[in-house]
């Protein structure tokens, strides 16, 4: 009967440790999108559209990658690599509009 009340303990705790993984690297993510949104409005605000429209749209693309891939997949590594290329090209955006509203 021990035995059976151990491997019972040890499985839920196992379960209960996955969990808290996975959920961790869920909002990890979350928080890692939410920073790309952030960087593409602040391109957005300093006119990428239209002085650098190749960057914002790529940032815009990677950002829509990011969230289908996160969300939707369930793919959580690749949605942070996706949302790091958007974070990468909004900032060229940024840049290369001129560095924000003035």
Same mark, same amino acid.
């Given at each position: 009967m021990k035995t059976f009340w151990a491997r019972t303990v040890?499985?839920? /705790?196992?379960?209960? !440790?996955?969990? +808290?993984?996975s959920s961790q690297r869920y909002f990890s993510t979350s928080n890692r999108i939410a920073e790309c949104t952030?960087?593409? =409005?602040?391109a957005k605000a300093a006119g990428a559209e239209t002085k650098a429209p *190749? #960057?914002?749209? *790529?940032? @815009?693309?990677? !950002?829509?990658?990011? #969230?289908?891939? +996160?969300k939707q997949?369930? #793919?959580?590594? @690749? /949605?942070q690599v996706f949302a790091e290329k958007?974070?990468?090209?909004? =900032? =060229?955006a940024t @840049?290369?509009? /001129? /560095?924000?509203?003035?």
């Open positions: 040890l499985l839920i /705790g196992c379960a209960a !440790l996955l969990a +808290s993984c952030e960087a593409l =409005a602040k *190749m #960057d914002y749209y *790529m940032a @815009q693309e990677y !950002l829509a990658y990011a #969230d289908m891939e +996160s997949m369930g #793919d959580n590594e @690749q /949605g958007c974070k990468e090209y909004s =900032a =060229a @840049q290369k509009a /001129g /560095g924000g509203a003035k």
